[in-house]
């Protein structure tokens, strides 16, 4: 097998902010933690907002993460927010993240939104500046069947789906 999936088990901070997408947004984009997690935390309230199961697929063979998160954002809209990144292992136990895109798939308000994917990369490098889409998992565990990273002060713990 070429790549290994993973759920996400515990997420310690604001749950919006499980994938790789929100890394980027915060770092990259925002460029200050206080207004970000402001944002995040006002998404999280909006009534009906739920986020569902998250996993990520990981292969290091061909240099990928693949972000899957299962959100409701109204009652009755769901759709899963599916981010690619580029990711090596980096020295010092770290997997380093390019944040490349994210598009919206399965969702129930509009099939005309299924996949079309939204250039991140492009866009935050072109108002920030080259480099602004990548992010650093710190690995503080990892075995054949758990993985535990921290980005800054997300704490989050994954383990293997068979």
Known sequence: ?????????????????????FLAF??????????????????????????????QIISLLSGNLISEVQMTVFPGFTGTVVTSSRAAVQPGNQLALTIESTRVTGSTFSPILDNVAVPVEQLVNRVRG????????DI???????????????????RRVL
Do not use: W
Not at 1 to 20: E, G
Not at 36 to 53: L, Q, R, V, Y
């Open 140 to 158: 503080t565990y990892v075995d054949a069947a758990l993985r535990v990273t921290r980005a800054g002060d997300q704490l989050m713990v994954h």
């Open 130 to 137: 080259e480099g602004s889409t990548e992010a650093v998992y």
């Open 1 to 21: 097998m070429s790549h290994t999936r993973l759920l996400l088990l515990l997420l310690l901070l604001c749950l919006s902010s499980c994938s790789p997408f």
């Open 26 to 55: 915060q770092n990259g984009l925002v460029q200050n933690k206080e207004l970000s997690e402001a944002i995040f935390n006002f998404t999280d309230a909006i009534p009906g907002a739920e986020i569902g199961t998250a996993h």
